[in-house]
């Protein structure tokens, strides 16, 4: 079973910093990782994901995940935040065999202001 | 492009009712995933359905939870019996299947909020 820890439950940061909302993942098998992100009163949106390969994965809106195989970790990051950013950040991970449920985290309130 | 589709997007129901809500995946996708959202929680899995068939059931899904895809394209999920325990969102995501390329990405609809008083 695969389960996912985010220290965060919220990060305020100004307009133009930089960001990183921090996920910690357990699994017993390799794993696939994901960041979704909701806006308020809408469904959950594919940030970026990690499959296999490079461990930096860029995804849209400018994001980008690094994968730490030995630190158990898929922080996500952002070089320069802007007000249409604050939303709800999910990580979350599956196995990568055979059919896995996508387990989720408990989010993180990305809260940016001017 | 028609994302995943769920109705109604909003029920207030008084305690002891049931209520239904249907989700119409992505059309060439297999797999369809009911999830539960309580506020300041994450996505928790409910269940899972390869084409008809229900595959997995969460031990969140009491005797009062039932889904079904009768036709391997849209599902119901109904709640007999309401508690207010039960006010949540329910998230309905599709994902391609088995021997289609599916990497485990899920792709959400909007949801179904559910309030009962």
């Known amino acids: 079973a695969q389960s996912v820890t985010q220290l965060d439950s919220q990060v305020p940061v100004f307009e133009e910093a930089p960001v990183e909302l921090r996920c910690n993942y357990s699994?017993?098998?390799?794993?696939?990782l994901f960041w979704y992100v909701q806006y308020p009163n809408q469904g959950l949106q594919l940030l970026l994901k990690?499959?296999?390969?490079?461990?930096l994965v860029k995804g849209i809106n400018g994001f980008e995940a690094e994968f730490n195989k030995s630190q158990t970790s898929f922080h996500l990051r952002k070089p320069s935040v802007h007000i249409s950013d604050t939303a709800e950040y999910f990580c979350a991970v599956s196995g990568n065999t055979g059919f896995q449920k996508l387990v989720f985290g408990t989010g993180t309130r990305l809260l940016v202001s001017p | 492009d028609t994302g995943v589709s769920q109705n109604p997007r909003h029920k207030i129901t008084k305690r002891g009712q049931n209520v239904t809500f249907r989700c119409d995946p992505i059309?060439?996708?297999?797999?369809l995933y009911w999830y539960r959202q309580t506020l300041g929680q994450g996505p928790e899995f409910l269940t899972y359905f390869q084409n008809e068939a229900q595959l997995e059931k969460s031990r969140l899904l009491s005797d009062r939870f039932s889904a079904e895809r009768p036709k391997g394209s849209f599902s119901t999920l109904e709640i007999q019996r309401t508690e207010q325990g039960d006010s949540a969102m329910y998230l309905c995501a599709s994902s391609p299947g088995s021997g289609r390329g599916d990497t485990g990405e899920l792709f959400f609809g909007e949801g179904s909020r559910l309030t009962v008083l």
């Open positions: 699994s017993s098998v390799s794993v696939y």
């Open positions: 059309s060439e996708h297999n797999r």
């Open positions: 990690y499959l296999s390969g490079s461990t």
